[in-house]
């Protein structure tokens, strides 16, 4: 076994300790490649934090962008309309970006009677907590932030921090319908994180690791279509726990039918009523950017990370590989959250009891039973195979 | 927050507070006047428990123009374009109730092409408020998408109206003496031709939205109003025959043609929960559109040609001396007119009875007790227009 | 029950004719004084008709068209006749609750019940006068809990008084609304704070 490196200086905001183990990764091993040697490892690490975020920041706007126009195109023609269709020329490709800049330049209204600091620091905290969890996400091979040995706990764990910053903005707004959808996301992702924790086990004990690393490399074989989901020999269990993962991602991201803490037509818009401007835009790049993240979460442990059929072929010409390995990703990532917006436009909403009976009579009882299941088949397997 | 704290009144919740030990507090909550679920302006002050609801109130006015005091300040034609606009989803039958009303103080029936025409255009219009009705209502729940496959359907049939009246919204076609015009040539080709697209679309909603599990979860039990409520606060329309009551004015008070129209009334069966509930309600709605496709051909092939006003009714009308009352069966409930006449060209009574307002009465009645998702599925499912109830 | 017969576009009107003799008789026999008014014009217009009433001189007996009604002479009794209509004549619904103001020289505003059948098929409606001075009723929503509404409404427009009406607030119009404005002396307010009227 490795040590355990969750590895400080990948994410963006946490302190460097001195006592830690000066113990660099990718990233500052290739900086001090570029830099003098006088650099002190601090100084490594500071920087390869300041690129990490930058990168992840650029790729996370550029998710949310896409997303939105995506989210915006597929809610048109199941809608049997178009969506945008001006901006830009090509089906309104520009559209996300003039969002965006006229999210830039409104005016931040905050209320007179708001929580100042909570109302201020929500937006930054759901933002943030979202951009971390894709340090650990494994783009192409090499194309990693950091190979967190505990990968998805990780991202489960970053992931869940977000509700705390839907409680300050639904407390901070001083408006009780901002409560009330503050209250639901509470009530709900602290329901949602079991069954969505425990049907991520059967891949764990499939790849026998928390690697994300590791769980996209053990899915290579049969020519990059050695995916958990395709395995005939635990296809009885990775089936059911992917669409149990699924159902549970979509409460953890807030998206409907389980789309209560921001529900329009009963809460206006739930936590971020009040906000508005830039703040509103970082509470809509945190769920795109959420759906994203779990999204490549199962894409890693359920459809094979980057693998895809007869990509190994291009592994001579690196560049062209890593590219590829990275569409390859991305798309099968944007595949599923394509799914989510499919859901969305598809299904109405329950209601909050509704989706506390589904989580905990129906999804984490399932959730056990093919935990149990996967242990017994990975012994099985193991009794077999030796 | 910013409002004093409300101490639980102890006779409704001591048994909780003994059990908890705890002396919670009620959240006092405006859904309103600017709330997505209340379809306008309309303010219901509710009064919650968490999640569930242990009060409610509606206030109303917020959209109130008057039109009853304009009604006895202007004379009868010009009254016309103000019962457009009390509910504009079904404008049609607002004026056709007006209508009546000033015909039945004059003393004239509209020639029977009129007759068929007002009905076709009747139920034309009862269809495309039920779209909107039963799209808007799968907003209220959370899907989205039904609602837009209602417009497309609605779209057809406001390019109908466009057609023989020039209006999309605010029709005024129909008025006291007859029809405005004649439908124009091969009109009534193109209602034959709504009809049977419509029959084709017709499994999309329901299969779409009415049938699926969480629509069915979302409404069935929740609101429900037992057949003796409806009828003692006064509900019609498919209020009350979502309770269960066989009830509707076009064949129970036929008027215009209807009793010569073979059609079923749809009286809620409590298809997937409780009767009454929500669901049914929407049921109703959702079969009724089809009776209505079936009423409209039937009208097709019965129409002949002819007149279609009546001759002797001017622009000026002075109608006889008296009163009347007309009630007929609006998409959401007995719309009547109660007109008093003293034989000048002006009315000296203009009472508009409104579906939505008295259906609107008993939904604070209904929401105690629910849980707050639900406070806008009984709303929606009451299916009312701002502009009706405040008038 | 049986459909009534359609008698004219806007309905069938014989069947309302018979409900209200029958509720005048019912009334009587249980010693409310009730009148019962019958349109004596016939329900359609003959030839010349208009001119006639046009010319007509005012000594010469009323005519007039449309809906019977019955008129409660002792509005002190309207709970005893609405809960017999309701209880003995099965007029399940009420349907509506109004006043009319008629004129402005008049002394008496005219409350209007409307009331339906669900199983005779039939309205019927039932008027009070109440004069203006002195301007109360007793509130049917004991009989008719569908009243409510409708009783807030005309008491906020007429200044009715509805004597135990549960919740007797305006209802259409703001709480500080000065006058009542559907009387025909009602005069329109200059402004409503601050908001021009005019």
């Not at chain 2, 997505?36 to 428990?49: E, F, I, M, N, Y």
């Not at chain 2, 123009?65 to 509910?87: F, L, S």
Request: net charge negative; proline share 6%; charged share 20%.
């Amino acid at each position: 076994m490795k040590p355990l490196t969750i590895i400080a200086s990948a994410l963006p905001e946490a302190p460097v300790s001195e006592a830690a183990a000066p113990q660099g990764n990718g990233l500052t091993e290739m900086l001090a490649g570029w830099l003098p040697e006088s650099v002190p490892f601090w100084g490594l690490t500071l920087m390869a934090s300041g690129l990490a975020f930058g990168v992840i920041m650029a790729f996370v706007s550029v998710v949310a962008m896409f997303s939105t126009w995506l989210e915006r195109k597929v809610a048109g023609h199941i809608q049997i309309r178009l969506g945008p269709m001006r901006v830009g020329g090509w089906h309104g490709w520009a559209q996300a970006i003039a969002d965006g800049v006229k999210l830039l330049i409104k005016e931040d209204i905050i209320l007179a009677s708001a929580d100042r600091p909570l109302f201020k620091l929500a937006p930054a905290l759901v933002l943030g907590t979202a951009i971390s969890t894709f340090v650990v996400l494994p783009f192409a091979p090499g194309v990693m932030i950091a190979d967190v040995h505990l990968g998805i706990f990780f991202v489960i764990a970053i992931s869940s921090v977000t509700t705390i910053g839907v409680i300050m903005a639904g407390w901070g707004s001083n408006n009780k319908w901002s409560v009330y959808g503050a209250m639901r996301e509470a009530a709900q992702v602290a329901s949602y994180e079991i069954p969505l924790g425990l049907s991520l086990m059967p891949p764990v004990i499939y790849y026998g690791s928390f690697s994300l690393l590791e769980a996209t490399q053990a899915q290579s074989g049969w020519f990059g279509m050695h995916w958990y989901i395709l395995d005939p020999s635990v296809m009885l269990v990775s089936v059911p726990s992917f669409v149990l993962f699924f159902v549970a991602t979509l409460a953890e991201t807030k998206r409907a039918p389980f789309d209560l803490p921001e529900s329009e037509s009963e809460l206006v818009a739930g936590f971020h009523t009040e906000y508005s401007g830039i703040r509103f835009s970082f509470f809509f790049m945190e769920e795109y950017a959420a759906m994203f993240v779990m999204s490549a979460i199962a894409t890693v442990l359920w459809f094979g990370g980057w693998n895809f059929l007869g990509l190994a072929a291009l592994e001579g010409i690196p560049v062209l590989y890593t590219t590829a390995c990275m569409l390859v990703f991305i798309v099968k990532s944007m595949l599923l959250v394509f799914v989510m917006m499919w859901v969305r436009w598809t299904l109405p909403r329950l209601r909050i009891d509704q989706v506390m009976i589904l989580g905990y009579k129906y999804l984490t009882p399932l959730c056990l039973i093919v935990v149990f299941a996967a242990s017994l088949l990975e012994y099985l397997r193991f009794v077999l195979s030796n | 927050m910013e409002e004093p704290p409300q101490t639980t009144p102890p006779d409704q919740h001591r048994l909780r507070e003994i059990e908890l030990d705890v002396r919670t507090q009620d959240v006092e909550i405006n859904m309103g006047p600017q709330h997505p679920a209340t379809h306008g302006v309309l303010r219901v002050l509710l009064r919650a428990d968490g999640e569930i609801l242990v009060g409610a109130e509606s206030h109303l006015g917020y959209l109130h123009r008057c039109a009853e005091k304009i009604g006895e300040n202007v004379d009868y034609i010009q009254y016309m374009p103000y019962t457009d606009r009390y509910d504009y989803l079904s404008s049609m039958n607002n004026n056709l109730s007006y209508s009546l009303a000033v015909e039945k103080l004059l003393g004239v029936e509209v020639p029977k092409r009129g007759q068929y025409l007002r009905t076709i255009l009747a139920e034309l219009n009862r269809i495309a408020s039920h779209l909107v009705a039963v799209g808007t209502y799968g907003i209220d729940i959370g899907a989205f998408t039904p609602f837009f496959y209602a417009l497309r359907e609605r779209e057809f049939l406001l390019d109908l109206f466009e057609k023989i009246c020039g209006a999309r919204l605010t029709y005024s076609y129909i008025r006291p003496g007859g029809v405005m015009n004649d439908a124009p040539a091969g009109w009534l080709n193109k209602v034959a031709e709504f009809c049977d697209i419509f029959d084709q679309k017709w499994p999309e909603y329901w299969n779409l939205l009415v049938q699926n599990k969480i629509f069915i979860e979302r409404t069935a039990n929740v609101g429900v109003m037992p057949a003796q409520t409806a009828i003692d606060w006064g509900c019609t329309g498919p209020m009350l025959r979502g309770s269960g009551v066989d009830w509707d004015l076009r064949r129970d008070q036929p008027y215009l043609v209807y009793d010569q129209l073979d059609f079923k009334v749809i009286v809620g069966e409590g298809y997937r929960g409780t009767l009454g509930d929500c669901f049914d309600r929407n049921f109703v709605r959702m079969y009724e559109m089809l009776e209505s496709i079936k009423m409209v051909r039937q009208c097709l092939a019965a129409i002949e040609e002819g007149e279609v006003s009546h001759p002797d009714v001017s622009l000026t009308i002075r109608p006889a001396p008296g009163e009347a009352y007309v009630g007929i069966e609006n998409p959401r409930g007995e719309l009547g007119h109660y007109v008093v006449s003293d034989g000048t060209k002006i009315a000296k009574r203009m009472r508009c009875r409104a579906p939505s307002f008295v259906n609107l009465s008993v939904v604070e009645h209904t929401l105690p007790g629910c849980m707050l998702a639900d406070a806008a599925a009984i709303i929606g499912a009451t299916d009312i227009v701002i502009g009706e109830t405040d008038r | 029950m049986e459909a009534p017969k359609r008698d004219t576009a806007w309905g069938p009107m014989e069947v309302h004719f018979q409900a209200a003799r029958e509720a005048h008789a019912a009334l009587q026999e249980a010693g409310l004084e009730v009148e019962l008014h019958q349109p004596n014009l016939p329900i359609f217009a003959e030839e010349g008709e208009a001119k006639r009433l046009a010319k007509k001189k005012a000594d010469e007996p009323h005519e007039w068209r449309g809906d019977a009604f019955l008129l409660l002479k002792d509005r002190e009794r309207l709970l005893e006749a609405l809960s017999l209509i309701r209880e003995q004549l099965a007029f399940q619904q009420i349907v509506d609750v109004t006043a009319v103001d008629f004129d402005a020289e008049d002394s008496v505003l005219w409350g209007v019940y409307q009331v339906l059948s669900l199983t005779k098929k039939a309205r019927l409606t039932l008027k009070v006068h109440l004069p203006k001075d002195d301007c109360r009723v007793a509130s049917a929503v004991s009989v008719y809990p569908g009243a409510d509404w409708h009783e807030r409404e005309s008491g906020e427009m007429y200044g009715i008084t509805y004597e135990g009406h549960p919740d007797p607030r305006n209802i259409l119009l703001p709480d500080d609304w000065v006058g009542y404005p559907l009387r025909k002396d009602y005069e329109f307010p200059e402004e409503y704070h601050g908001i021009s009227c005019v």
